[in-house]
């Protein structure tokens, strides 16, 4: 009796290693031969990421990556999966990095590791034109959204800058999954003001000349940095980012795609 019970280990142990050994290699295919790597992203961020005409992802976070594989010799592959999900498949690994307009924050780099800065960042108020809002007051115009009500996107800076002023269990304050979504909610007149990052605002307002809005800018906002985000630990992705990164900045191709000089 003991020596089937043995046997049958022995036969289950040798049918896992044959499934083992048919499994495919971890963390991406070949393209070309290069590794590729997965991308996830919310794509209504426009310069740094939209879906343009023919369905494909395009912005400022496309090219910057895309110059880093080049230099680095490796693949992305970009989804729009959502912004929320974008920490999710990140986490789990479903998604190699990040590149979003992911601002680094001390909370996120708590769950996850980022890149080098590679853009900086300013937060501003969008309010219709006519708002009483104002930055000709003694208080600042962030202060002046104190008892406002606030659109934001969920949990992006702007959301924990609006909980910052009001409180987290604000009633005042409206998440939204985009950026977009957030203005439009304003300019519907559910909300007196929306808060957002600056490029992102600034390429909305340039797309929508017709919508009658006014930004104010509050320097009370910290400057905040756009970095690349990896799982906690990948090490060897984040030194291929960084090393990509330092390269393009160095060989002009960086600022081709930004327009800014940074090194
Ligand atoms: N920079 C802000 C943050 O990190 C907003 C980023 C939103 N990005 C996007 N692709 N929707 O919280």
Redo the contacts with the bound molecule.
């Keep these: 009796m003991k020596k089937r019970l043995s046997m049958l280990v022995m036969v289950v142990a040798a049918f896992m290693l044959v499934l083992a050994g048919c499994g495919t290699k971890e963390g991406g295919s070949a393209d070309g031969g290069k590794k590729v790597y997965k991308v996830g ?2 794509a ?2 426009a310069p ?2 939209s879906v343009d005409a023919s369905g494909k992802i395009v912005g400022i976070d496309v090219d910057i990556l895309q110059a880093i594989a080049d230099e680095m010799d490796f693949a992305v592959e970009w989804e729009n999966i959502g ?1 929320e999900p974008v920490f999710q498949a990140v986490k789990n690994g479903e998604k190699d990095l990040g590149a ?4 680094i924050t001390e909370d996120r780099q708590q769950e996850f590791d980022f890149t080098d800065p590679y853009y900086n ?1 300013q937060l501003v108020i969008v309010v219709k034109e006519d708002s009483p809002i104002t930055e000709d007051s003694q208080i600042t115009p962030l202060e002046q959204l104190k008892d406002k009500k606030i659109s934001v ?1 969920i949990n ?2 702007g959301h924990v800058a609006a909980q910052k002023l009001q409180g987290e269990k604000s009633t005042n304050i409206f998440a939204y999954e ?2 977009p979504i957030a203005i439009q909610e304003m300019l519907n007149g559910n909300v007196d003001a929306t808060i957002g ?1 600056n490029a992102v605002v600034y390429e909305y307002i340039k797309a929508h000349p017709d919508q009658k809005l006014k930004v104010i800018e509050d320097k009370t906002f910290e400057i ?1 940095h ?1 970095g690349f985000m990896v799982k906690k630990g990948n090490k060897e992705l984040l030194d291929l980012l960084n090393e990509g990164l330092k390269k393009i900045k160095e060989n002009g191709k960086y600022k081709e795609i930004t327009g800014i000089d940074i090194k």
């Design positions: 992203t919310e209504t961020f740094f990421e912004w979003s307009g992911i601002t960042s996107q992006a800076t985009t950026q990052d905040e756009y």
